[in-house]
């Protein structure tokens, strides 16, 4: 496949009948990623048009109690083949974010993506960066600036549905109209900067890739015409140039590109869109910093290696708090329960 054969064009009948149906089920994106094991991230893909596959389609289509004929609209060959992957497919949904969670706190990964009673609520930076992503995807396919930015206040609403409470007294419940402003201040300076000078080629383009016996499931949020990776990022922290080192994500991103063309990437680049606090004269607007790496054969098996590491702590069971990392635990969700877990 060459960059000229990419395209990402959205289903827009599957979506419509999957926003139907959750409307007419009065599930929310939470909700259904609950009741299918699937995060909510894919599921909002899903919103808008990408089709599952494997036992994500199977998990959906039980969720929704839906014949996948009528959800997929597709042939019945094409469905077999689905339910057929779907049959022997027992393997986790590896991720660079699973592969994180694990590195940061093994008690954290326990209370993610192990303990099916233990869900965790939004938090307002997670839904804020949620809703510029899709803002910049909406910008991608063509829409105005102006419209693209009403699509923030909609999402922002739908993530903080569940929003975590405040987890000390220091903190202040959300405001979405504030995080809604700070969000399209987010999208215009990542027009200006970014969306500007881009040709896409692909956006949130899916990518499976084999990091030793895992299946690790990558989403590039943008290829660029001259052969970029680009991730956006929003952050209150200003990053530098060192935090890319030794990045797990970068090499999952190289090895999609490669995966997907078959060929080298130029550069994997890291559009940070950088939250600024309120000063005495008032809210500040956010900043933009551009950060580029690259990645070769002694990353990728450094990655790899990971990854194996990962899968057999995680296969023997062993989960345990860790406090000492660059995180702590004064921002955890699940800090009271681990408390009660973990002793």
């Known amino acids: 496949m060459s960059i000229s054969a990419l395209t990402n064009a959205p289903t827009a009948d599957f979506?419509?009948?999957?926003?139907?149906?959750?409307?007419?089920?009065?599930?929310s994106v939470r909700q259904l990623a609950a009741a299918t094991g699937i995060s909510a991230a894919s599921i909002r893909r899903y919103m808008r048009g990408t089709e599952p596959r494997g036992r994500h389609l199977i998990a959906l289509t039980d969720a929704l109690r839906m014949d996948p004929h009528v959800l997929m609209g597709t042939p019945d060959a094409l469905l077999s083949e689905f339910a057929q992957e779907a049959s022997h497919d027992t393997e986790p949904n590896?991720?660079?974010?699973?592969?994180?969670d694990y590195l940061r706190c093994p008690a954290l990964y326990w209370f993610r993506h192990v303990a099916?009673?233990?869900?965790?609520?939004?938090?307002?930076?997670?839904?804020?960066?949620h809703a510029v992503h899709r803002a910049i995807e909406v910008l991608y396919q063509g829409a105005p600036l102006a419209q693209?930015?009403?699509?923030?206040?909609?999402?922002?609403a739908a993530e903080l549905e569940g929003a975590r409470p405040?987890?000390?007294?220091?903190?202040?419940p959300p405001d979405p109209e504030a995080l809604a402003e700070e969000g399209r201040a987010m999208l215009a300076l990542y027009a200006r900067e970014v969306a500007a000078r881009v040709n896409p080629v692909a956006v949130e383009q899916r990518v499976e890739v084999r990091a030793g016996d895992a299946t690790m499931t990558v989403v590039v949020d943008v290829i660029g015409a001259d052969g970029m990776v680009r991730d956006t990022k929003t952050t209150k922290r200003k990053p530098s140039a060192g935090d890319l080192d030794s990045n797990l994500q970068a090499t999952a991103l190289s090895?999609?590109?490669r995966e997907l063309l078959g060929e080298p990437e130029r550069g994997i680049a890291f559009d940070y869109l950088i939250r600024r606090g309120p000063d005495r004269h008032g809210p500040r607007p956010p900043e933009y910093l551009e950060l580029t790496t690259a990645r070769n054969g002694t990353?990728?098996?450094r990655f790899k290696r990971i990854v194996e590491g990962v899968m057999q702590a995680a296969a023997r069971g062993n989960f345990y708090p860790n406090p000492v990392n660059k995180f702590g635990c004064r921002g955890c969700a699940f800090r009271e329960r681990c408390n009660e877990i973990f002793v």
């Open 255 to 257: 090895m999609a590109y």
């Open 15 to 27: 979506a419509a009948r999957l926003r139907g149906t959750m409307a007419q089920e009065h599930l």
């Open 166 to 172: 405040p987890l000390n007294g220091d903190e202040e």
């Open 116 to 129: 099916p009673s233990e869900k965790e609520p939004a938090s307002p930076e997670a839904a804020l960066g």
């Open 148 to 156: 693209a930015a009403q699509q923030i206040p909609l999402d922002l």
């Open 299 to 301: 990353d990728y098996d």
């Open 94 to 100: 590896w991720s660079t974010s699973r592969i994180q």
